[in-house]
Structures are given as C-alpha cells and as structure tokens.
C-alpha cells in the first residue's frame, strides 16, 4: 500500500521546550510494508515515509502503536496519524481522497495486528526522485516530438498549453485534468470541440486561436464553463455563428472573435454583463444586434468588418394584419412575464422567446416585426474603441425592432425631426 501526498511529521514534544512545528508540509510518498527488527529478528508492519531530502524514508512501527486517527477532513484529503512512541502526529495533506481512505484502513489493521494475508503491504525500499518532487503545476509543450504518447499529463496540472502539435481533436487525457484552470491548444488542426470540456470544473481560461473550428456547441456553453469561463479566445478560426445559448457564459470577461467567418454575433449578448474585453475584428458582421447596447466594456475592436450604411427608412417589414394567435400568445407571455418552459408550452415556442425582441415602446415582438438599423457610437458601450474603419470612425449599425406600424412610424418622425441619416 502506498499514498503519494504532503507529510508532516510533528513531534509534539516541541511545545514543552518552547518551539512550534513548521506547518507546512512535503511531498513524500509513504509505503506500508514489513521490516525485520535488527534488535529481535522478527518482521513487523511499518509505516515509511520517503521524501526527497529522505528518499531511504523514515520506518515508523504500526502494530499496538497509533494512539487515534483524525479524519475530519478525509473528504479534502487530509487526516493525521498520532502515534505512541515516537510521540508524533503525522499530518497528511494533498493526497486523493479515495487513496487516503484505504491507506487509512490498512494502517488501521495494522495497528489492531491482523493478519499480513489481509493488508495490501508493499516493498519497503527507498523512491525514486520523480516520485517525491512537488506537483507539476504548468506545462508547456510547443514541439511534437515533445508531445507525450505513452504517459500521462501530470494529475496535478492547472495550466496546460500545447501548440504546434498538428493535433485534430482534443486529447481524453487533458479532460481527465480536474485542476485545471487554463487550456491553451493554440495553433493546432482542431475542428470539433468534445463536451466534456465543460466537466473541467476549475476552468477559467480556453485559448483555442487558430484552429480549424466550424462551431461552438450548445452542450459546452450550458455546461459549468457558465460558472468558471472568464477568457475565451476563438479567433483565426473558420466560425460562422454562435449558439444562442453561448450567452449563458456569463462569467466570460475577455472575448476574442477575430478572424472568423461570423455574420452576426449572439443575439442576447447584452446578457455578458461581466465581459470587458470584446474583440470581433476581420469577420462579416453587416450590423449589430440590438442587445449590444447593454454591454459596459473596456476595449472594443470591431475594425474590418463590412458594416452596412444605416439609414432609419430601409427597412425590412415582417408585419401581418391581424397579428397571428400564436404571435399574440407568446407575446402576452413575454410582456406579462409569464413563467414558461417545455413541459407547458411546445420546445418550439420556448425557443422563440428566447430570441423575442425589445420594441423601442418597450414591448416584445417574436416572429413579426419591423427591423431597421441605426447608427450608434461604439463610445457608448466602450471606453476605448478601436476604428471601425479606415476613415477614423467608430460608430455602427445596430439592429432596432419595432412591434407595430405605428411604433416604427413614431420612431421615423422623431428621427426626422433630429435629422439622423
């Protein structure tokens, strides 16, 4: 039986000559095994703690010699042994909670003097260095030569780049990674994201820069990247749209979209309300969505996209006389706030709400309504802005929708009165 983790052995007669412990630990890897007593030539169990200043390890006998455990905290990896003689407490940390419990159980029948068929005893002999030094926390891998084909990453990770791998797909064995806090696979073949990126529980940031990505799945944005994801780099890829649900990445403060396919950008983005940091230059938006508005950012980049000429009287016109019942069904729904969800009304339905539009009388129009485009200066939304164009500007086209016919032609006289083009 062996259990990779942080020791510290405290010996608790240090308060009585006024000196206290370090408190810390170090990585060790302790080991339950035999040994012969040199003094009675008989072969006891014994606990040995190697460590890298002590790769030969310190024995410490178990049978009749553990004065209590301490396992209050077992679940976090951590509990401490206090022996007899020596007069210690062996204190363990970092270790896995599963591996702890059973090291645990076997120095528990140890101590009782069970019988040596039923413990899971090891080799008392000293570790190799590798298996004593501290946890890996970052790796870089740059090289495919470098890349690791047989081994695994090391459990302990928490920030991971590979680039320059030639790599087409995910590797299962980075998402086994439950650490980690950034993903760097930049400059690789990947074309599809696997969903369980989302299990990765501590991740906080994705750069995915120049792949070959063609989507952005729902999955991985209703998963617990809405918790964690606070930078998310998709540029130099070939992305034509996100999901409607990519906005439940609220946490999400730095964006980067350049140089991609994109035709438009999420429609409730507006709902990113931590996300400061917005870059979406070299793509093919035409206009913005109406939602852009909400956003509170620090840098904008929105430079070579074909942004069309706003101008208050093109519009497209999306009206029917009377309203469908459905249309005012869903729109009574929306405005009332009326709960919904699939198990009351069809998915259909629930999907279109979720794109319903905001009227300038503040009303919400779904399926028919009146769509133009105005003008507005990205200073409004960003403290630092980017040119749009060549010419030195920074305003762009940003979607209006408009409930009624009368809505739209209220909207076009005070338009008209202001003189906006």
Excluded at 191 to 215: Q, V
Excluded at 218 to 245: K, M, V, Y
Excluded at 261 to 270: K, Q
Aim: proline fraction near 5%.
């Amino acid at each position: 039986m062996k259990l990779q983790c942080d020791v510290e052995v405290v010996n608790r007669m240090l308060p009585t000559f006024g000196l206290k412990s370090r408190g810390k630990g170090t990585r060790a890897v302790l080991s339950i095994g035999k040994h012969s007593d040199k003094t009675s030539q008989r072969s006891n169990i014994y606990m040995m703690i190697c460590t890298a200043k002590d790769r030969a390890g310190a024995k410490y006998k178990l049978k009749d010699n553990i004065e209590k455990f301490f396992t209050w905290f077992v679940e976090d990896g951590k509990a401490t042994v206090r022996l007899k003689e020596p007069a210690v407490d062996i204190c363990l940390s970092k270790a896995d909670a599963n591996s702890l419990k059973s090291f645990l159980s076997a120095a528990r029948l140890a101590d009782r003097g069970s019988d040596t068929s039923s413990l899971p005893l090891s080799t008392l002999t000293p570790v190799r260095a590798r298996d004593v030094e501290q946890p890996k926390k970052k790796l870089t891998i740059v090289s495919k030569k470098d890349y690791p084909l047989t081994s695994n990453f090391p459990y302990s990770l928490e920030q991971l780049q590979v680039s320059y791998c030639k790599l087409s797909r995910v590797d299962m064995r980075m998402l086994s990674l439950k650490a980690l806090r950034k993903l760097d696979l930049s400059n690789n073949h990947i074309k599809k994201l696997p969903a369980t990126i989302g299990d990765l529980g501590c991740l906080s940031e994705l750069i995915l820069h120049n792949n070959h990505l063609e989507a952005f799945s729902e999955a991985l944005c209703l998963s617990t990247l809405q918790r964690t994801l606070q930078l998310l780099d998709l540029s130099q890829n070939r992305l034509q749209s996100l999901p409607a649900q990519f906005c439940q990445l609220r946490e999400l403060v730095n964006l980067n979209l350049d140089d991609n396919e994109l035709v438009r950008l999420p429609f409730h983005i507006g709902r990113l309300s931590r996300l400061r940091f917005l870059s979406a230059a070299h793509n093919q938006l035409a206009e913005l969505p109406g939602d852009f508005r909400k956003l509170s950012l620090e840098n904008l980049d929105l430079f070579g996209n074909p942004f069309i000429q706003s101008n208050p009287l093109d519009h497209t016109m999306q009206l029917t006389f009377p309203l469908p019942l459905q249309e005012l069904a869903t729109r009574a729904v929306a405005n009332l706030r009326i709960p919904y969800g699939p198990h009351l009304i069809p998915a259909h339905l629930c999907r279109d709400l979720e794109v319903a539009k905001t009227c300038d009388c503040g009303r919400v129009c779904v399926s028919f309504y009146i769509k133009t485009a105005v003008s507005m200066n990205l200073h409004k939304v960003s403290q630092t802005v980017v040119l749009v164009d060549d010419m030195g500007g920074t305003d762009a086209p940003v979607q209006q929708h408009f409930c009624s016919l009368s809505c739209y032609s209220e909207f076009l006289d005070n338009a008209l009165q202001r003189g906006i083009r």
